[in-house]
């Protein structure tokens, strides 16, 4: 099969690799051989240190622990673990101090401040009470109210006492200016509201844990009432006579108060009990138990006095002997306290709460303390394990980065370390897998990129590598040869015998130049059947022209093909010959073009023949060179290079009028003077300049129609297309540009097709023309009669015009080639039966003017009529008479050949 090079695959990296099947992995693994196995994929415990990571594997070490104990988790149990544990705490803390910590403190604080505010209450209601009867309380409640007015400053935040207190002092400070014994009164009675105040501000009132209520219903009701009843009582028993009279009525008092303080010595022994029960402090303990058990037993003492003036002091008939009486009565009045005491043991109560509370406070700071440590070092484990697992991703993906980095700029030799067994890992794991199928790949497509993948032979990238290095080591007298090889009507093999059978004969053919040359040659398949032989350095040129014989001779053995019982025999191969010894200039795109010259020299003299690259052809390598980059030059400033559109009128041959023209290109080079379109037409093709041209001379060409058109309306203009512009999906939108641009109807703007361009490939030419004939523009078959289309072709095609080739043309002026005219007639008949309007080339003579008149032919062009002229010599013909017989200004280089490649 006709194949042309392998692609020059560069290196693949991973910035164009996205994915590859297990199975094309293994495939390419595989067909890399051991070495690519082997440099491809390295072991996956191989690092990636030498990217420059050792300086940060310091910086990783405090975190090695962290990274184990997380190793043996997968990658999202490592998260719920780390974020478990800093969770946990979180919640404790959360949850601990909002719902409990800080509202039991806050109520700890908060009775606190009202133990001590109702402690420092105790004195000023005494002192309040005892100023009614007694000068000395009075002086005692300056400093009670004083005492009061410390305590209430220090908590009045904590139990908002800002406004109980106001009336309070006020009160207070009204008995101590006042001194009279309502002014008193008023004061106990603030007091006792402000007791009931503090209860209620401080939560003593509400604490189940202290029983607090009894003790706050006694202090707040029971203590102030005790107070004012025992002052009373004093008083009424002082101004008791001894009388049996007084005795009974002192007596009820007495008793009376009795029941009262016993009442008070029990709630300030439950105060105690309390205190016993709730303590944790064993000595506090053991205190509030005898104190408690001491004001049971008074309470219990004042009863048993009670109950013995009830049994000695009364008889039946009423109240006894006085005496008696009056011994009963101060033996139970002995067993009382006084108000300093019950105030003592009230004082005594308010510590032991105090000291209670303050315990309770200090355990639960305590407990916070340890709560907020522990979920510290629960935050500081979690922050580790986090910033372990971090280190570890961080560690992973810098690896990751730096693996895809160097793999990205072509180097596949790192690998990542994988740690554990986690997705990271088999992250990992995979990155190390592609590295290594990307390097397989790469050492694959470095052979593809170098060999040519039919025959196994080095393809013309990698030939031009190995012969630079042959020619920088060629001297005088150890020069080497280049041998270009192109097989002779290879063609024909593959329409015959199929691609297959035609890639078996290539590589045939490759095998035998192997054999045929010389040991130390360099042979290779540069494209489709062409083939390149590389000798040297130091070879004798004898010893190259002999190969090349043999060479040419193998080539001529018979090939069978086995599986077709089919012998195959090659016409032949034409062989181009060049040597380099360092002293001729050329480099190594030289050398093969100078080889490559030379075959086309033997090719076009006769099939199997070898030619040498000679000094002659040097100059027209040379000039060719200088050609090619004149050309780059002239396309890219048209004008000011010389490059120029000609046209020649297409006349009607009977009244000679101009009926339109066929543009052509011309160029006159600044340094190479006159080049002709044989020659630059098909360079342009050659280096891939034809599309430029023939936009250039499609605007030109359109432009010149549209002045023309001022003068003859019906004037056509038509333009050469070449084979390459033909399968060039521009050609139609340049066409309509360059008539839209002119603003020239399409139905005049005509292109010319070669039968030969439109053989290249006939499908696509039909698409093409079809394409062109539906934007309006008329399509002509150019030097009709030398290619190779057939009617069946010609037929399908949706054609205008059918220009006759010179050849036929010139042969009318020969009577004996009576041939070529039943040919024209014939193709007459064709085209009159197509529908097709006849064009002929080439008339030079009167007689072959008249000869194709005669035949019918109605419009023609040649030099008889009008040499190809610039445009301004076009304007001037078309302003004067219409059938002038001879070109009045030929002032355009002679038609050498007609451009049937532009396009």
Excluded at 100 to 115: C, W
Excluded at 188 to 214: C, K, Q
Excluded at 426 to 453: C, K, P, Q
Excluded at 782 to 791: E, H
């Amino acid at each position: 099969m006709d194949q042309g090079d392998p692609v020059d695959h560069p290196p693949i990296t991973l910035k164009r690799v996205s994915a590859r099947s297990d199975d094309a992995r293994m495939s390419l693994h595989r067909s890399a051989g051991p070495r690519s196995a082997h440099d491809g994929r390295a072991s996956t415990a191989e690092t990636t240190d030498r990217t420059g990571r050792a300086g940060r594997t310091s910086g990783h070490r405090a975190f090695a622990p962290g990274r184990r104990v997380l190793a043996t988790f997968g990658l999202v149990q490592r998260f719920a673990v780390v974020l478990l544990i800093l969770t946990v705490p979180l919640t404790v803390i959360s949850w601990g101090y909002v719902s409990g910590a800080a509202a039991d403190r806050d109520f700890t604080e908060r009775e606190i401040a009202g133990v001590v505010v109702l402690e420092a209450t105790i004195d000023p209601m005494a002192a309040s009470v005892d100023g009614r009867w007694s000068p000395a309380g009075n002086s005692a409640l300056v400093e009670a109210q004083a005492a009061l007015a410390a305590a209430v400053a220090d908590h009045a935040d904590t139990i908002e006492l800002d406004s109980p207190w106001r009336d309070v002092s006020t009160a207070v400070q009204g008995a101590i200016d006042g001194g009279d014994a309502s002014a008193h009164a008023d004061a106990a009675d603030a007091l006792r509201d402000f007791i009931v105040d503090v209860g209620d501000r401080s939560n003593l009132t509400l604490d189940p844990e202290l029983d607090s209520y009894y003790l706050m219903d006694a202090a707040q009701y029971r203590y102030p009432t005790l107070l004012v009843t025992l002052g009373e009582a004093e008083q009424r028993v002082e101004g008791f006579a001894t009388s049996r009279d007084s005795v009974a009525e002192r007596w009820s008092a007495e008793r009376d108060l009795a029941r009262l303080v016993a009442a008070e010595l029990d709630a300030l022994a439950a105060g105690h009990w309390t205190v016993a029960d709730e303590t944790d402090d064993p000595v506090v303990r053991v205190r509030a138990t005898e104190r408690a058990i001491l004001a049971s037993r008074r309470a219990d003492s004042i009863d048993a006095a009670i109950d013995g003036v009830a049994a000695d002091g009364i008889a039946a008939d009423g109240i006894g002997t006085t005496d008696a009486a009056l011994d009963a009565q101060e033996a139970a009045l002995a067993s009382m306290p006084t108000t300093a005491e019950i105030s003592a043991d009230w004082k005594q109560v308010t510590d032991e709460l105090a000291g209670l509370l303050d315990a309770r406070l200090d355990s639960m700071n305590d407990s916070s303390r340890r709560l907020l440590a522990l979920a510290l070092v629960c935050l500081a484990v979690a922050l580790y394990l986090l910033l372990s697992l971090f280190s570890g991703l961080l560690r992973s993906l810098r690896d990751m980065r730096d693996v895809l980095a160097r793999a990205g700029n072509g180097d596949l030799t790192a690998r990542v370390r994988p740690e554990g067994s986690d997705e990271l890992a088999d992250v990992s794991r995979s990155i190390n897998d592609t590295v290594a199928s990307v390097a397989a790949v790469n050492a694959e497509l470095r052979r593809r990129a170098t060999h040519d993948g039919l025959t196994g032979l080095p393809n013309r990238g990698h030939f031009v590598e190995l012969l630079q290095e042959r020619m920088a080591l060629a001297r005088p007298g150890a020069s080497i040869a280049l041998a270009f090889v192109d097989l002779d009507s290879f063609k024909a093999v593959n329409d015959l015998h199929g691609h297959h059978n035609g890639d078996v004969v290539l590589r045939t053919v490759a095998e035998r130049l192997q054999s045929a040359t010389p040991s130390g040659t360099i042979c290779s398949r540069l494209a489709g059947d062409e083939y390149a032989l590389l000798l040297g350095p130091g070879v004798e040129p004898d010893v190259v022209r002999a190969a090349a014989q043999r060479v040419l001779g193998v080539i001529g053995e018979p090939i069978d093909l086995a599986d077709q019982r089919v012998r195959i025999v090659l016409e032949g191969a034409s062989l181009g010959l060049a040597f380099h010894d360092g002293t001729d200039g050329l480099d190594a795109e030289g050398l093969l073009a100078a080889a490559d010259f030379a075959m086309y020299d033997a090719k076009s003299t006769a099939p199997g023949l070898v030619r040498e690259f000679t000094t002659e052809l040097a100059a027209t390598v040379r000039r060719r060179a200088s050609m090619r980059s004149e050309l780059t030059r002239a396309l890219a400033e048209p004008r000011r290079s010389g490059l120029t559109v000609a046209y020649q009128p297409i006349v009607d041959l009977r009244s000679q009028a101009v009926a339109g023209c066929e543009a052509l290109a011309r160029w006159t080079s600044p340094t190479l003077g006159v080049v002709s379109p044989a020659e630059f037409v098909p360079l342009a093709e050659s280096i891939g300049l034809i599309t430029t041209l023939g936009q250039y001379v499609l605007g030109e060409a359109a432009q010149q129609l549209a002045r023309g058109q001022h003068h003859r309306p019906d004037l056509y203009m038509s333009v050469n297309v070449s084979a390459l512009a033909l399968t060039d999906g521009l050609l139609e939108l340049q066409v309509e540009q360059a008539a839209s641009a002119a603003g020239i109807a399409p139905e005049t703007f005509w292109l010319e097709l070669t039968e030969s361009a439109m053989m290249v490939d006939p499908e696509v030419a039909a698409r093409r023309i079809s394409s062109i004939r539906r934007r309006g523009h008329p399509v002509a078959v150019d030097d009709f009669g030398t290619g190779y289309s057939s009617l069946a072709y010609l037929h399908s095609l949706e054609l205008s015009a059918l220009k006759v080739d010179r050849s036929f043309v010139e042969s009318l002026d020969d009577p004996a080639a009576a041939t070529n005219r039943h040919i024209l007639q014939m193709t007459l008949e064709l085209a009159r039966h197509l529908g097709l309007d006849v064009i002929a080339e080439g008339i030079e003579t009167q007689a072959q003017h008249d000869a194709l008149v005669d035949l019918g032919v109605t419009r023609g062009q040649g030099f008889f009529m009008h040499r190809p002229m610039p445009g301004e010599a076009l304007d001037a013909l078309l302003g004067g008479p219409s059938a002038p017989s001879v070109d009045p200004s030929p002032t355009v280089a002679p038609d050498v050949a007609p451009l049937s490649h532009v396009g």
